[in-house]
């Protein structure tokens, strides 16, 4: 039975990383994501259902349109590839026929098109944050769930309200904008989803991480970076791992 299981989540991860490279391409550019159908960025053509099929075309097709030769960036195959990982994971951690599955893997793939989107954009689109909010409330409301309606409801105003003081503030201080909206609406969201414990150590590690980056490879202090990235890989990290084993493993440290 597991096995069967994990094979029909890696099809449903497949399928959901090949819609969630036109999320990638076409929402930072303001374009349907409906209308048009798949299409080469270059040449236009039309993608038929053949050279559609996720991972399989991008290998077969080494990498290239088929008709113009041109390439296809790297991440389309592996938004393909980590997505079912993603979901088997987290199958892995929770079983399947219960709320908690349902919520982590809605929450993560949520953040795989956030994470490259802003990796590559350094936007961090309102149309995949701000239904978090709800959509975390609404999963704290249901029963079955590890996280209490009014704690999540409490946590998501409580970073909410701290981060809009923050990013005020630092504009007051230093004339110049801290914190993007999008880092905002996003750790809001976050925040319904895990609850008021978890999220300083979230947002701790999140910034651990942007800062190794930032000090590795960006170095100049008046370039920004994108710290949505790092908010949606550490939030899917604290879904795979579950809460209380991170928190095991950081009171061991």
């Known amino acids: ?25 076409r929402l930072p550019r303001k374009e349907s994501i409906i ?15 053949y050279l559609n099929i996720p991972i ?7 990498g290239k349109c088929k008709y113009c030769q041109a390439r296809i960036h790297w991440h389309h195959l592996l938004v393909e590839i980590i997505t079912p990982l993603i979901l088997i994971g987290i199958f892995l951690q929770y079983g399947l026929f219960n709320l908690v599955f349902l919520k982590y893997a809605t929450l993560a793939m949520f953040m795989i098109p956030i994470f490259f989107i802003d990796a590559f954009h350094q936007i961090i689109p309102h149309k ?10 609404l999963f704290a409301f249901l029963p079955g769930g590890d996280v209490g309606f009014v704690e999540a409801l409490i946590a998501a105003g409580i970073i909410f309200a701290f981060l809009v003081f923050l990013a005020y503030a630092y504009r007051f201080a230093r004339k110049a904008d801290g914190i993007g909206g999008g880092d ?8 319904g989803f895990f609850g008021l414990l978890s999220m300083p150590y979230v947002i701790l590690i999140a910034a651990v991480l942007g800062i190794i980056y930032f ?30 084993r991170i928190m095991d493993i950081l009171s061991f440290m």
């Open 1 to 25: 039975m597991t096995a069967i299981i994990i094979i029909l989540l890696a099809v449903l991860g497949a399928a959901l990383g090949s819609f969630f490279n036109v999320l990638i391409y």
């Open 35 to 49: 209308f048009p159908a798949s299409h080469c960025a270059e040449c236009g053509k039309a993608i038929p259902a």
């Open 56 to 62: 399989f075309s991008y290998i077969m097709l080494g």
């Open 128 to 137: 995949l944050s701000i239904p978090l909010i709800p959509l975390g409330l």
């Open 184 to 191: 905002i609406w996003l750790l809001t969201g976050i925040a």
């Open 215 to 244: 000090l590795i490879f960006v170095r100049d202090k008046s370039q920004g970076f994108a710290f949505g990235t790092f908010i949606s890989f550490t939030a899917v990290a604290w879904a795979l791992l579950g809460a209380s």
